[in-house]
């Protein structure tokens, strides 16, 4: 980056700047420095990128150094960028692109910050003779008044500051990041982060939708649908999601639409690059329903052990013509189907007038709902029915976790004092050693052999015996904050462990390998690939079995020769994987459900991916509220009064599920990795090309 005023030449601070003036200077020349670097490094001289000169208009918006016009790597096939119109789009939207850099949340206080500047607004009110001579409901309005001109005062002073103030953004970290100009380590002003951040913006939703003009259009678009919750979402969701909520309360007088908020966010993916199915939240197409009853199951370890418990499926299945799973591209066709059929009928249809196979997707949905509802109760009843008469395993276990989380804080400072413990420890020994070998040596004399130096005798340093000692006092105050939380833990869920522990038996006979043996997940997987390749193009695996990182997984396992042939030789190897695999999976869930309080308690009561353990058991991850109707008491001549529209309780379960299926959203809870929370909206997915990945770098194809 660098700063030129408009006739491009560069622009010296002022000799009368303040200190604070110098630094923000030696900042702005240290990013220059920096991008210098990144532009010879990376561009040769017939790249068509090239620095420019940001636009009139983009001076008018605010977005320039106070020593010049920001100067950015944006010019693209010699075209230049224009981003003034990001200025159009809607307050949340353009905060969003901000974000990190963003001066207007910057100025907006939070509610710390605001009970801060009430206290101290009320204690120069308790100064003010005028006040004190008020009556009372007239203080309570001075004092409002006062809280109000306060909190704008802040604001105002927050706002002057703010885009000077340099920021240090997390988007620049991970592993999908990518940006047209890296952010230093030291970070940059606001107005500088905010320049790069809009650019970022542009180029990569350029490539979503091909042209500014189209982007521009679609992200002007977004707001709040009129919908319980008002959720932010794209002009052509708005409308299928307004037709759904008067739908389902059509359909089921007395209750009303489920509600949220989680729909539109960038979530920092403009600094990233990601495929179509990752935008859908970017662009305002997915919404999010009760995220702690319904979580995302990402964890394969975990559905692993909710179908071993329960026998049933962690998400809802669908069956084809052929009575095997469907597949999602053939659901959301349907899905896509379903939703002209509803929109042809302005959502007066019923099931029976829709096309044979919308009509046995919806049929299926009641099955495939109770199955996994099922499951998800199922994890809970399996404690019961395994306890004891008389004790309630879940208050247990709830007690345990309430007492674990107020223990965690110091469990994870002497898990944290252990390991520095260890650091010291091992370079103790290493030092000890030596010093050890240097003596055997000199005792010895010269041309003769020294005593060997054993690892017991350096242990027996003073040294080491100190921090041996050290360790061992951690270790024991661990165990005292541990213990019995763990004890609880493996009595409750001894009837998953025993489980667990049977099918790491199991798996361990058919790979033919010991219960304690350890092996690589990772590896397992990539090379369960590599023969599922070959055995498809048929060819040979015996450059795989002859690895030497494969040696000991495929032991046994003979090559191909002229007695066998080499797809007997790839399923014999694809069924050993398997079992290594399952082995491996098995082997970590009997660890974490035996010793690891984390995954059985969780870091904190609840959580949107992955539950705990105690979450699966007291929530579940499907939620299925009752279709409750008020009935007349008995003795009295009429109902209840009815309540108002806003009175209703909003509900999530099957028919809400249906419905917005019947108007075009896919539910992640027909996903392989359940994400009953969330919904797709079918119809504005699938002109984007799913086979791409945009990045602010531009569209290439996926890995």
């Known amino acids: 980056m660098k700063y030129a005023n408009a006739t491009g030449a560069s622009k010296s601070k002022p000799a009368t700047a303040s200190s604070a003036d ?25 790249d068509p990128r090239r ?79 005028e006040f004190k001579a008020l009556g009372r ?23 002057e500051k703010a885009p000077l103030e340099v920021v240090v953004p997390k988007s620049q970290k991970g592993k999908d990041k990518e940006t047209l100009v890296t952010i230093p380590d030291s970070g940059v002003t606001r107005l500088e982060g905010r320049q790069v951040a809009r650019h970022n913006f542009a180029a990569m939703m350029t490539g979503v939708f091909g042209t500014p003009e189209k982007v521009e259009a679609h992200f002007s678009g977004i707001g709040p649908a009129n919908v319980p919750g008002k959720p932010w979402v794209a002009a052509a969701v708005a409308k299928d999601l307004e037709r759904a909520s008067a739908m389902f309360e059509s359909r089921y007088p007395g209750h009303r639409f489920a509600s949220t908020s989680v729909a539109f966010s960038l979530r920092n993916r403009h600094h990233q690059v990601h495929s179509a199915g990752m935008l859908g939240h970017v662009l305002g197409l997915s919404l999010d329903y009760q995220a702690y009853d319904n979580p995302h199951m990402k964890d394969a370890e975990e559905r692993k052990l909710i179908e071993l ?32 059929e509803t929109a042809a009928a302005q959502g007066a249809i019923v099931n029976e007038e829709r096309d044979p196979a919308g009509r046995a997707l919806m049929q299926q949905l009641d099955g495939a709902y109770s199955r996994m509802m099922a499951t998800s109760r199922g994890m809970r009843q399996s404690l019961i029915d395994y306890a004891e008469p008389g004790t309630d395993p879940i208050a247990e276990l709830q007690e345990a976790g309430a007492e674990y989380w107020q223990r965690r804080g110091t469990i994870r400072s002497v898990r944290k004092q252990i390991r520095k413990v260890d650091s010291k420890l091992g ?8 010093s050890l070998e240097r003596k055997a040596k000199r005792a010895a004399g010269k041309g003769k052999a020294p005593e060997p130096v054993t690892d017991a005798m350096v242990d027996a ?45 199991r798996h361990a006979l058919e790979a033919g390998v010991d219960m304690d043996s350890k092996w690589d997940l990772k590896h397992i997987s990539r090379t369960y690939k590599q023969v599922r390749y070959a055995r498809k193009k048929r060819r040979s695996i015996n450059r795989v079995l002859s690895n030497k990182r494969n040696v000991a997984m495929f032991e046994g396992i003979a090559p191909a020769d002229a007695s066998r042939s080499s797809q007997m030789v790839a399923e014999e190897a694809l069924a050993r994987l398997n079992a290594l695999a399952n ?25 949107v991916n992955n539950p705990s353990m ?28 009815k309540k108002g529209k806003d009175e209703l309780k909003p509900v999530f379960n099957r028919e809400f599920v249906g419905v917005m299926m019947e108007n075009g959203f896919d539910t992640g809870a027909a996903w392989s990795t359940a994400d009953s929370m969330h919904f797709d909206h079918v119809p504005s997915f699938s002109v984007f090309d799913r086979t791409a990945k945009y990045g602010p770098e531009g569209v290439r194809d996926k890995d």
């Open 22 to 46: 110098t630094a923000t200077a030696r900042r702005s020349q240290d990013l220059a420095e920096g991008y210098d670097a990144q532009v010879a490094a990376r561009s040769p001289a017939n």
């Open 51 to 129: 620095l420019i000169n940001i636009s009139d208009a983009a001076q008018r918006d605010g977005c320039i150094s106070p020593y010049g016009q920001f100067v950015v790597d944006l010019d693209f096939q010699n075209t230049r960028r224009d981003i003034s119109w990001i200025e159009r789009l809607p307050g949340k939207v353009r905060e969003d692109i901000d974000r990190e850099y963003s001066v207007e949340k910057a100025a907006r206080p939070s509610k710390r910050q605001k009970a801060v500047i009430k206290e101290r607004a009320n204690a120069a009110l308790k100064k003010d003779p």
């Open 137 to 159: 409901k007239a203080r309570r309005a001075a004092r409002k008044k006062a809280h109000k001109e306060a909190i704008k005062a802040w604001s105002t002073k927050r706002a």
């Open 309 to 340: 418990v329960t026998g049933g499926p962690s998400h809802l299945t669908f069956t084809g013509k052929k009575g095997e799973e469907m597949r999602s591209g053939t659901r959301r066709k349907l899905i896509a189907g379903l939703r002209n």
């Open 427 to 434: 370079s103790a020994r290493n030092r000890s050693r030596r």
């Open 461 to 505: 340093t003073e040294s080491v015996q100190k921090l041996i000692a050290q360790k061992a006092g951690l270790k024991a105050t661990l165990d005292k904050l541990t213990l019995d939380l763990t004890e609880i833990a493996q009595r409750i869920l001894a009837p998953w462990i025993n489980k667990v522990s049977s099918k790491v038996h």
């Open 583 to 607: 082995l491996t999976i098995f082997q970590s869930l009997e660890g974490k459900l035996s010793g690891d309080l984390d995954y059985v308690f969780g870091a904190k009561a609840k959580t």
């Open 614 to 641: 105690l979450q699966l058991v007291t929530r579940g991850f499907l939620r299925d509220d009752a279709m409750e109707i008020e009935e007349t008491p008995e003795g009295e001549s009429e109902a209840p009064a």
